[in-house]
């Protein structure tokens, strides 16, 4: 079954096909919605990083904001690419009027912009957004627009004129899309996956509950089905205008990244979410997760590690300030252990939250284990597996060794670059390659530019992180970021195992 990686902005293209931006993946996908069928038609590699949304001109030409870097594409119907502006800081809702294109600036203090294809300076609609996002033309001539921060939506005249304010109160307005009947949609990107109907000429309104986690944007056919995607747990489903949903393409991580077990139950580090068995909450940019007493400990791309009960659901916050942590882990003396990538050091949380450092001068630590009392952190610029006390090498030169697990006093390390699993005897080094053809990484031959960690204040494209944990009777979970799930490793003849999803979202 294909799955798409994570899902944003939709449009239905020329050949009647639902194409998909697919912003943490990098590239574009089209989805036959009567089968299911997906087919990437802009992969990953290519000059669009960061694809947040797109709409198609008259001549079916694909138009494409490309949020991180601030590009905005032209993709010809022949396939070739052209920048169409590199001034627009963080775009991301875009529309189509005709031969015209609009887009706005998900920042605060954003603008609505009308580009010029062929040449010329940015027109300046509208300023003062507070985040903008999915936006399109009204039945009266009109772009509507969402401010996400304050719960509004406006709109202005295409040629000019002061924005109107149409609707406030909005839960969490993430798009404003328009049916085939001109009603006005409105989603919001919250756990509840609400959709408000509003009336535009009494203002009545009706919200029907989704279910939805995170919802991103929807379009409708020639039908007038509404079809919705999300940022949060990826897919494309049909909605009914009662709330009840019919998946078109699967649910999938949008990583995921880090993992953990606990209690019988997986628990997934996923960008957006916090996965714990089979409930899925928001979090936020949540990358790297240990599980410990009855505790999920996190860190995200904010630089935050926080502390999560599992009974009470209750969050404490443990330290802040962190440069890019990833992977941690609990020491026996429930002290916790994050691997700061970006700042080349390897940090303590203790139970007062006093944060120490263990080690520094690091190229770029991404995650930690532990034996009894002593710890691991694999390097992935260096290409080894260190020791924690001493720095000394356990093995080197390894291509982008990741996720580090114990087993059996074996330490297990993902090394993505080779899209495999490594079994290292600590005392000889000697290694031993318990799985393959793993589906981690980027694809071979792809590469992708490591972007700012964030851009505007928005976070930018966080690098893969393939988590790795073990059960008790040995059975391993990965984070399979290549393909949107987690596999299981499950112990066959020994060492050797056999492997199967079994977290797709």
């Known amino acids: 079954m294909k799955r798409l990686w994570g899902s944003n902005g939709i449009a239905f293209g020329p050949d009647g096909r639902l194409y998909v931006a697919q912003f943490l993946a990098g590239q574009i996908s089209a989805v036959d919605v009567a089968t299911g069928d997906v087919e990437v038609v802009v992969p990953q590699g290519g000059p669009v990083q960061s694809p947040d949304d797109l709409a198609f001109g008259s001549d079916g030409s694909m138009y494409i904001t490309d949020l991180v870097p601030g590009w905005v594409w032209r993709r010809s119907p022949a396939g070739e690419y052209s920048l169409v502006s590199d001034q627009v800081a963080v775009p991301n809702g875009i529309a189509t009027v005709g031969d015209r294109l609009f887009v706005n600036e998900m920042k605060l203090d954003g603008r609505v912009l009308e580009l010029f294809p062929d040449g010329g300076d940015p027109r300046v609609l509208a300023d003062g957004l507070m985040m903008g996002n999915a936006m399109q033309l009204g039945p009266d001539g009109c772009l509507y627009y969402p401010h996400m921060l304050t719960g509004q939506v406006f709109r202005v005249p295409l040629d000019g004129g002061a924005p109107e304010l149409v609707a406030e ?9 328009f049916d085939r009947g001109g009603v006005l949609m409105v989603l919001s990107r919250g756990d509840a996956g609400f959709v408000t109907r509003i009336d535009l000429a009494g203002g009545e309104r009706t919200i029907v509950r989704s279910g939805v986690l995170g919802l991103d944007n929807a379009a409708f056919d020639n039908e007038n089905r509404m079809f919705v995607s999300s940022f949060a747990s990826g897919g494309i489903a049909e ?3 009662d709330g009840r949903t019919r998946q078109i393409v699967a649910q999938s991580r949008v990583g995921p990244y880090g993992v953990a077990v606990s209690g019988g139950r997986v628990h997934v ?14 979090f936020v940019f949540v990358h790297g997760v240990a599980a410990a007493d009855g505790f999920l400990h996190t860190a995200s791309q904010y630089g935050d590690v926080r502390t999560y009960d599992l009974a009470d659901g209750s969050v404490r916050m443990r330290a802040s300030g962190l440069n890019r942590p990833v992977g941690l882990a609990v020491r026996e003396d429930g002290v916790l252990v994050v691997a700061e990538a970006g700042a080349g050091r390897v940090v303590a949380v203790d139970g007062d939250d006093a944060v120490t450092v263990l080690a520094e001068g690091l190229a770029c630590p991404v995650d930690v284990a532990f034996d009894g009392d002593t710890g691991y952190v694999s390097d992935e610029e ?25 087993r059996d006093g074996e330490v297990l390390v993902v090394e993505t670059g080779e899209r495999r699993l490594l ?35 928005m976070p930018g494209v966080p690098r893969p992180f393939a988590g790795l944990a073990v059960e008790p009777d040995g059975t ?30």
Do not use: W
Request: proline share 9%.
């Open 423 to 457: 079994a290292i005897n600590p005392p000889t080094g000697e290694t031993r390659v318990e799985a393959d053809n793993l589906a981690v990484g980027l694809p071979p031959g792809v590469t992708r530019t490591d972007p700012a960690l964030f851009t505007h204040g």
């Open 169 to 177: 109160n909005v839960h969490e307005p993430v798009a404003v899309r």
């Open 476 to 505: 391993l979970h990965i984070c399979a970021n290549a393909e949107g799930g987690v596999l299981r490793l499950s112990p066959v003849d020994g060492r050797q195992t056999s492997g199967s999803v079994v977290d797709e979202g």
């Open 382 to 406: 260096r290409g080894a597996v260190l020791r924690l006390d001493d720095g000394s090498p356990v093995v080197e030169g390894l291509s982008a060794p990741q996720g580090l697990a114990i």
């Open 239 to 241: 909605l009914h205008p």
């Open 269 to 282: 580090a996923d960008h957006y979410t916090l996965v714990n068995g089979d409930k899925r909450e928001m």
